[in-house]
């Protein structure tokens, strides 16, 4: 079936929680300039131009040499003519919006995407701030069909704070972006050392204002940052081997960070939505999370591994009569340091941050806040509604229209409801998917975030309804 043809069958509309437009990089360094002036302007664009550029020039043995890594796919925005205007020309990608089977579409960048990642303070917070008052004018006469996510740069507590509150407050924006993990260098390295800051757990900064004036502002934080550029991801030649998995990636690290940092438990009422990772990677990482827990639990510590549970005694005269001549003859030494590897009396509780006291605490404050991002051609969408998996995670719809792996984007609605025919969703599922799941991820936050939208009657009712999700 084509997209009108399912488009006819449903009994719901279509929120797209993660489509995507290509920004013209002029008109963007025009906003640049209008905020920060010709110089940081200049700089943005170059910054823009260097690595990919660079790469195409090399020739293959100083590519090897330098171990530069390969950039993003060639030719990325789509080739056919409509659909190319349609990923740079918001009023164009709203008029075709029904066309597509699409009611309404949450839009992020592609530039933008990377914005928020400048290292230096100066062209990161100039950038966002451009960005955010660009797509604001842009999509401004648009709202029936399409919201832009507004990029917020998160080095700081305070940067994020001044350009959230810039974006929603005197913008208008309704909807975030963030890139999630951050890289910082370890000053007391001696080998250019660096990590990836989760913002939930061990962060050199507290971030907890921030999330809290989220909730006060009522946006769900969405993160849509990758990964391609960490060091396990550097090949020279292959685009897909740095590319496969890299979202995942990032929404792994965040979400781990965020959970077993307290953020979850602090900020109840907070939802995070991860985007175009899949939910794969969510199923195992809520398995892994209860697994630990069963094994790493204060109680249990104390019942099966704590030192005072051994009889030195006993162990002593196991060693004696089964060990050989050479383990008998350290004996001593062997007893001295298999006993006092750590102080008895410590026992390090890794979900102290977390509140939780049983395997159903966990799958609450994981399913209760985070929402997962799931491209039309992703089978393992199914793994979200498949109970037997541990519970039911909320995967929301991500056409990803825009980008080199939409071929067409006429056909993404129905390449998302071959889940349906192939027997691996239910029409429930599917509603679920397709529209409920978002319109809670944005709209628990902010009840009037459908107001004025193709979604406002529908957004209404499914908000005041019994969510399945």
């Not at 920060?36 to 293959?60: F, H, L, M, Q």
């Not at 974006?167 to 250019?192: C, H």
């Not at 409920?436 to 944005?442: E, I, R, T, Y």
Request: aromatic share 10%; glycine share 8%; proline share 6%.
């Amino acid at each position: 079936m084509n997209a009108a043809q399912i488009k006819a069958q449903l009994k719901h509309p279509v929120l797209d929680c993660d489509g995507h437009w290509w920004e013209a990089m002029p008109v963007l360094v025009d906003y640049v300039r209008d905020v920060a002036g010709a110089e940081i302007a200049a700089k943005v664009a170059a910054s823009r131009r260097g690595s990919d550029t660079g790469w195409y020039a090399a020739t293959p043995a100083e590519r090897m040499a330098r171990r530069l890594r390969r950039p993003d796919v060639q030719w990325p925005t789509p080739g056919d003519t409509r659909d190319k205007a349609t990923a740079m020309l918001p009023g164009l990608l709203a008029e075709r919006l029904p066309e597509l089977g699409i009611d309404f579409a949450v839009v992020y960048g592609t530039v933008g995407l990377g914005l928020p990642g400048q290292a230096k303070a100066e062209l990161r917070q100039a950038a966002c701030r451009a960005y955010n008052r660009m797509v604001a004018e842009l999509f401004g006469p648009h709202a029936y069909r399409l919201t832009p996510a507004a990029a917020i740069p998160m080095y700081t507590p305070d940067e994020a704070i001044a350009e959230l509150d810039h974006a929603v407050t005197e913008l208008g924006l309704k909807a975030i972006m963030l890139r999630g993990p951050t890289r910082r260098d370890i000053p007391q390295s001696n080998a250019s050392g660096y990590y990836f800051d989760s913002l939930g757990l061990d962060s050199p900064h507290d971030f907890d204002p921030f999330w809290a004036r989220c909730v006060e502002l009522g946006v769900a934080v969405t993160n849509h940052g990758g990964s391609r550029d960490w060091a396990d991801r550097a090949s020279v030649t292959n685009f897909t081997y740095n590319h496969i998995g890299h979202f995942a990636q990032n929404g792994h690290v965040f979400a781990k960070g965020l959970f077993l940092g307290g953020v979850t438990r602090r900020f109840p009422k907070l939802n995070f939505g991860l985007l175009e990772g899949g939910v794969g990677w969510a199923v195992n990482l809520m398995c892994d999370l209860i697994g630990h827990w069963e094994k790493l639990n204060p109680a249990a510590v104390r019942q099966h591994r704590h030192p005072s549970n051994t009889d030195v005694a006993e162990l002593r005269r196991l060693f004696q009569h089964y060990g050989a001549e050479p383990v008998r003859r350290r004996l001593d030494d062997i007893l001295a340091s298999s006993l006092q590897m750590e102080p008895q009396d410590m026992i390090l509780d890794d979900y102290g941050q977390t509140g939780v006291e049983n395997k159903g605490d966990i799958v609450e404050l994981f399913r209760r806040s985070f929402y997962f991002g799931c491209e039309a051609d992703d089978p393992l969408t199914a793994w979200a509604f498949d109970e037997r998996m541990g519970a039911k995670l909320k995967a929301v719809f991500s056409s990803d229209i825009g980008h080199w792996d939409v071929a067409r984007m006429d056909e993404v609605l129905p390449e998302a409801f071959e889940l349906v025919e192939k027997g691996l969703l239910t029409e429930g599922d599917f509603r679920d998917f397709a529209f409920a799941n978002a319109v809670h991820l944005h709209g628990e936050m902010n009840p009037a975030f459908f107001a004025g939208t193709a979604l406002e009657a529908a957004a209404a009712a499914e908000l005041t309804g019994p969510f399945r999700g």
